[in-house]
Nanobody, 115 residues
Framework: QVQLVESGGGLVQPGGSLRLSCAASGSSIRLNDMGWYRQAPGKQRELVVSIMYYGYTNYPDFVKGRFTISRDNAKNSLYLQMSSLKPEDTDVYYC?????????WGQGTQVTVSS
C-alpha cells in the first residue's frame, strides 16, 4: 500500500510562493494519475489540480497561471509550485490519486496566506 507524506507548507504573505512536495513510499505511483487536494475546516476536500501518469495536466481557472503541478517518477514524488498566493488559498493540502480510488490519506501540509 502506498504511503503519502506531504511537506512544504507554511505561512506566506499574499503574493508569495510555496513549493509543496509529496513523497510516496511502499509502492510506485508512476502509473497513477495524481492530484493535489485541499480542505478547509468544516468543508469537503476538493481536487485542486491533477497530473496524468503520462504527464498531461489539468488546471481549473482558479489556479491557472498561479499553480504548477509536476512529478518525478524516479523519486516517486509529486510537487505543487504555488505562486501569487491569495488568502483564499489557505487550506490543508494533500496529495493522492486522482484516477479513481484513493490511497490512505497523509497528514497534509498547512498553507496559510496572510499578511
Amino acid at each position: 500500500q502506498v504511503q503519502l507524506v506531504e511537506s512544504g507548507g507554511g505561512l506566506v504573505q499574499p503574493g508569495g510562493s510555496l513549493r509543496l512536495s509529496c513523497a510516496a513510499s511502499g509502492s510506485s505511483i508512476r502509473l497513477n494519475d495524481m492530484g493535489w487536494y485541499r480542505q478547509a475546516p468544516g468543508k469537503q476536500r476538493e481536487l485542486v489540480v491533477s497530473i496524468m501518469y503520462y504527464g498531461y495536466t489539468n488546471y481549473p481557472d482558479f489556479v491557472k497561471g498561479r499553480f504548477t503541478i509536476s512529478r518525478d517518477n524516479a523519486k516517486n514524488s509529486l510537487y505543487l509550485q504555488m505562486s501569487s498566493l491569495k488568502p483564499e488559498d489557505t487550506d490543508v493540502y494533500y496529495c493522492n490519486s486522482s484516477g479513481g480510488g484513493w490511497f490512505n490519506w497523509g497528514q497534509g501540509t498547512q498553507v496559510t496566506v496572510s499578511s
